[in-house]
């Protein structure tokens, strides 16, 4: 039996992406070798690298002035980078979960941080709405999704000041107007590829700008200058990567995927919001991520919520289980799984309910 994938990452992939990966590791590009052991100098990869950041930034309609890298070290070492590079005074920050809190810990090692909100004094369920940025800032950062806790800021915020955002769990799914960010990153793998690789979409004129000793892989200007070949790039996972972005396209791009993904959600809050059983850790309806639905057992029936788990890994369920920091559950619905899958998860809940 094939499963339903809701683990919050690494993650469901497009069964295109994986039959692809799987033919190309045996051979890649008709060169009678594996793409697992042919150099990254070679035509047919740098033909790979190259397809797969022009795709992205069509997908995502890129202006002119920016470039798209693919780098190591997770979105975890760009909470680092970031700050290196681009904070030379002051920069603002919002709090919204463990992920940006995080990135404010990296930034602090190199300037002032300006922590404008935090919804932590309630456990991270909402997106704090009244605060201001200030202006003589060098940007703005915010984590767009918050895969823990199940937030997600959808729109792209107005604020005085360039932007940069941690984009790792919901990129491709929605619009993003770019021209407001100097820089997006995230980790491949919730949306786009296996482990390994990290996006980062930078606007070119913004780099340099900073008056201290950067070291050369955590340079921005090296990897630019580069086109991400400054040393081996993940080779396996960005051949993935291009092949969801193909994926993508044929879906017909960013619009079609939000479509979907907002219905699988409507789909899912429906359910728990309708359930006498059930209840959404987020109580604002605009604060609620389409890509992770966390949920809890009400107070009536906490001590179900280990058996629900094993009801429903039973019928094929895998990875719902919440993460500590909220518990309960928290079902992913990336760009990748299948409106079945949430139908299924929702039909368990439903006879889980009719039992009890
Ligand atoms: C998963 C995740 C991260 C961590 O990514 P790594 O690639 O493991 O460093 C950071 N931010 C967000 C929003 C995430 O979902």
């Given at each position: 039996?094939?499963?339903?994938?809701?683990?919050?990452?690494?993650?469901?992939?497009?069964?295109?992406?994986?039959?692809?990966?799987?033919?190309?590791?045996?051979?890649?590009?008709?060169?009678?070798?594996?793409?697992?052991?042919?150099?990254?100098?070679?035509?047919?990869?740098?033909?790979?690298?190259?397809?797969?950041?022009?795709?992205?930034?069509?997908?995502?309609?890129i202006p002119e002035g920016y470039s798209v890298l693919?780098?190591?070290?997770?979105?975890?070492?760009?909470?680092?980078?970031?700050?290196?590079n681009m904070?030379?005074?002051?920069?603002?920050?919002?709090?919204?979960?463990?992920?940006?809190?995080?990135?404010?810990?990296?930034?602090?090692?190199?300037?002032?941080?300006?922590?404008?909100?935090?919804?932590?004094?309630?456990?991270?369920?909402?997106?704090?709405?009244?605060?201001?940025?200030?202006?003589?800032?060098?940007y703005?950062?915010?984590?767009?999704?918050?895969?823990?806790?199940?937030?997600?800021?959808?729109?792209?915020?107005?604020?005085?000041?360039p932007m940069i955002?941690?984009?790792?769990?919901?990129?491709?799914?929605?619009?993003?107007?770019v021209s407001k960010y100097e820089l997006i990153y995230?980790?491949?793998?919730?949306?786009?590829?296996?482990?390994?690789?990290?996006?980062v979409i930078v606007k070119d004129d913004t780099l340099g700008k900073?008056?201290?000793?950067?070291?050369?892989?955590?340079?921005y200007e090296?990897?630019v200058?580069?086109?991400?070949?400054?040393?081996?790039?993940?080779?396996?996972?960005?051949?993935?990567?291009?092949?969801?972005?193909?994926?993508?396209?044929?879906?017909?791009?960013?619009?079609?995927?939000?479509?979907?993904?907002?219905?699988?959600?409507?789909?899912?809050?429906?359910?728990?919001?309708?359930?006498?059983?059930?209840?959404?850790?987020?109580?604002?309806?605009?604060?609620?991520?389409?890509?992770?639905?966390?949920?809890?057992?009400?107070?009536?029936?906490?001590?179900?919520?280990?058996?629900?788990?094993?009801?429903?890994?039973?019928?094929?369920?895998?990875?719902?289980?919440?993460?500590?920091?909220?518990?309960?559950?928290?079902?992913?619905?990336?760009?990748?799984?299948?409106?079945?899958?949430?139908?299924?998860?929702?039909?368990?809940?439903?006879?889980?309910?009719?039992?009890?």
């Amino acid at each position: 039996m094939k499963k339903h994938n809701f683990y919050a990452g690494p993650s469901i992939m497009s069964q295109y992406t994986i039959d692809e990966t799987a033919k190309a590791i045996k051979e890649f590009a008709d060169m009678g070798l594996s793409i697992l052991e042919i150099s990254h100098r070679s035509k047919q990869f740098q033909a790979v690298m190259d397809e797969t950041v022009d795709l992205f930034k069509s997908l995502l309609d890129i202006p002119e002035g920016y470039s798209v890298l693919f780098l190591g070290g997770g979105a975890s070492l760009q909470f680092a980078m970031v700050p290196m590079n681009m904070l030379i005074h002051k920069a603002a920050y919002l709090d919204t979960g463990v992920w940006a809190s995080k990135a404010i810990k990296e930034a602090k090692l190199f300037g002032d941080v300006d922590v404008v909100a935090s919804s932590k004094d309630r456990n991270y369920n909402y997106i704090p709405r009244d605060y201001t940025v200030p202006t003589d800032v060098d940007y703005f950062h915010y984590t767009s999704n918050n895969t823990i806790y199940g937030t997600e800021i959808r729109k792209d915020p107005d604020v005085k000041v360039p932007m940069i955002a941690d984009m790792s769990s919901d990129i491709f799914s929605r619009p993003v107007d770019v021209s407001k960010y100097e820089l997006i990153y995230g980790g491949a793998q919730k949306n786009l590829a296996p482990a390994g690789v990290t996006f980062v979409i930078v606007k070119d004129d913004t780099l340099g700008k900073a008056d201290r000793v950067i070291p050369t892989m955590l340079n921005y200007e090296t990897h630019v200058k580069k086109g991400s070949m400054f040393n081996t790039p993940p080779v396996l996972p960005i051949f993935s990567a291009l092949q969801t972005l193909k994926y993508y396209k044929q879906l017909g791009g960013v619009e079609a995927i939000e479509k979907m993904d907002v219905e699988k959600a409507d789909v899912l809050y429906n359910a728990i919001d309708g359930s006498k059983m059930f209840v959404a850790t987020v109580p604002n309806h605009e604060d609620r991520s389409i890509m992770n639905v966390c949920f809890v057992m009400k107070p009536e029936y906490k001590d179900l919520e280990k058996d629900f788990i094993d009801f429903a890994t039973e019928r094929g369920m895998m990875g719902i289980k919440g993460h500590r920091d909220v518990g309960g559950f928290r079902a992913s619905l990336y760009n990748a799984l299948p409106m079945e899958s949430v139908k299924a998860l929702v039909e368990a809940m439903k006879e889980f309910e009719s039992k009890h």
